[in-house]
């Protein structure tokens, strides 16, 4: 059996520690420094402690003798923590989207005898492997678009957004300068802009450049790709009335500001649903020639209230990455690309398998 300590009790913590304690293989000891919401979580672990992340000795101290560390922490303390596993010589896996936290932790795997892993989520995460495996089918690659959206399935309100995860997440991928390959050459494009509109299954959707979901991508794909980007899909509108608050009213310099707005006035949902949606584009065999992958995958119900659809992809993700680690089908020691994951093993993972098709959303009754 192998033993994980999992770092971060929220929502996604609470997935990521039932999912793999079910499977009987996995000891999971879980790290926070909220009692209250290591109390949510006790059911799913085999031990609990209250430890502010932050305190890299201590952390370190307490994560000897594990396996592997899984991060589930907001992404400012990645950093921290991804050091703690090294100091504790823990493998280490995490759900950030920081591009500079992900470079801190690549600088860290130089060397190291143990794998770091980040960007193990949907996106960054999921999508790389998805995209990468579709690009590796055509002899020339010309386009890669990558889109994901985590919406909500009943969208309400005039942003058309409820929050269905990070805050902290939401507000730095709105606000942080983006990669790109424009022309075959590395570029940073601005957040919020490049706005497009296209459908899927009649519905219409926006989508415009954010932050992080690219990953690695760019550099791994490097001179042999014209134009790669990704951006996040919302539901028209929203582009407009965020721009208005970050730019306008001028937010984006005062973002705990805006955090402080958006969890008072924008309501938390698990009814959501996620889409992932990748066009790649280039020549085969001499003709110029399209792909796409598609899914959404919406959020389950059931008696115990089932999971949110940003809870199943997010935890499946970090989870089949671990299980695929100790299964010897990664990387033994350094820092690991999420592109590095095979899509088909991904997708024929016991958790990867969340991913292999649309769903539907389920009936309330």
Known sequence: ??????????HIGQTIARLLRDTGDYSITVIDCSLHALSKIRAHADEIKELTASDKNSLAEVLKGHDAVVNALPYTMAIDAAGAAVAAGCHYFDLTEDVA???????????AS???????????????????HLAKSF?????IKMRVGALPAFPTNALKYNLTWSVDGLVNEYCQPCEAIRDGSKVLVSPLEDLEHFSLDGVEYEAFNTSGGLGT????????????????VRYPGHQTL??????????????EVLKGLLKRSVPVTSQDV?????????LRNGTLTQEVFARKIFAQRNDDGGMSAIQITTASAVCAAVDMFFAGHLPSSGFVRQEEISLPAFLANRFGKAYAQSTRIESLS
């Open 1 to 10: 059996m192998h033993k994980i300590a999992l770092l971060g009790a929220g």
């Open 101 to 111: 936290a992900t470079r801190a932790i690549k600088q860290l795997a130089e060397g």
């Open 114 to 132: 143990t794998v770091l892993m980040p960007q193990c989520g949907l996106a960054p995460g999921f999508i790389s492997i998805a995209a990468n």
């Open 139 to 143: 002899d020339q690659v010309e386009t």
């Open 217 to 232: 991508l760019c550099e791994t794909l490097s001179g042999n790709v014209k134009n790669l980007d990704y951006k996040s």
């Open 242 to 255: 965020m721009h208005v608050l970050l730019n306008e009213l001028l937010l984006k310099d005062d973002q």
């Open 274 to 282: 996620v889409l992932v949606f990748i066009v790649v584009s280039g």
